[in-house]
T-cell receptor, first 114, second 117 residues
Framework: SQTIHQWPATLVQPVGSPLSLECTVEGTSNPNLYWYRQAAGRGLQLLFY??????ISSEVPQNLSASRPQDRQFILSSKKLLLSDSGFYLC?????????????FGPGTRLTVT | AQKVTQAQTEISVVEKEDVTLDCVYETRDTTYYLFWYKQPPSGELVFLIR??????QNEISGRYSWNFQKSTSSFNFTITASQVVDSAVYFCALRPRQGGATNKLIFGTGTLLAVQP
């Protein structure tokens, strides 16, 4: 069965510090991967998606970046965090069964920038 | 334009009441997919159901049921005999056919359901 992991679960970082959030998927190959952010207002904002190794598409211009160094690893980074980067970050992968278009989400990382 | 509207921001019910969460979508595609997700206080989004545009048959899973009506572009979710464990934010989402290989989903803003004991 497939599972998706995210770490860390929670993070408190000062403004201006770097960020690295990691997401890994097990039990599937060549998945589509996604990074979302959920601010306090509850809406889900798609940040990045990847259809393969080294292929990253950005949805929202910002000081965040993403990388996919391995097939089942997706990393969200920042060189200098802003207060506005606080939020709940969710990684997701697309189901790999034919016509299975739903996305499956990881447990999330709660980031507080102080 | 592709859009999902969940007009109910918050709903509060007492345990054992039935509750319906509304979802209205907009798309020009004739082929599309609709989804419901549950986000409990722990934060992880849990996939509940997928429905494609060619299948208007309503679905029931235990206390959960979904009513898909293409004529009104709605995909409503009903919880029968609600329980405290149903308290969560519920999201409706749309995957239009033009999503292609990227498979991007369009999410509504969510409905917070609070079930009081």
């Amino acid at each position: 069965s497939q599972t998706i992991h995210q770490w860390p679960a929670t993070l408190v970082q000062p403004v201006g510090s770097p960020l690295s959030l990691e997401c890994t998927v097990e039990g599937t190959s060549n998945p589509n991967l996604y990074w979302y952010r959920q601010a306090a207002g509850r809406g889900l904002q798609l940040l990045f998606y990847s259809v393969g190794i080294g292929q990253i598409s950005s949805e929202v211009p910002q000081n965040l970046s993403a990388s996919r160094p391995q097939d089942r690893q997706f990393i969200l980074s920042s060189k200098k965090l802003l207060l506005s980067d606080s939020g709940f970050y969710l990684c997701a992968w697309r189901g790999d069964r034919e016509l299975s278009y739903e996305q499956y989400f990881g447990p999330g990382t709660r980031l507080t920038v102080t | 334009a592709q859009k999902v509207t969940q007009a109910q921001t918050e709903i509060s019910v007492v345990e054992k009441e039935d509750v319906t969460l509304d979802c209205v979508y907009e798309t020009r595609d004739t082929t599309y997919y609709l989804f419901w997700y549950k986000q409990p206080p722990s934060g992880e989004l849990v996939f509940l159901i997928r429905r494609n545009s060619f299948d208007e048959q309503n679905e029931i899973s235990g206390r959960y049921s979904w009513n898909f009506q293409k004529s009104t572009s709605s995909f409503n979710f009903t919880i029968t005999a609600s329980q405290v464990v149903d308290s969560a934010v519920y999201f409706c989402a749309l995957r239009p056919r033009q999503g292609g290989a990227t498979n991007k989903l369009i999410f509504g803003t969510g409905t917070l359901l609070a079930v009081q004991p």
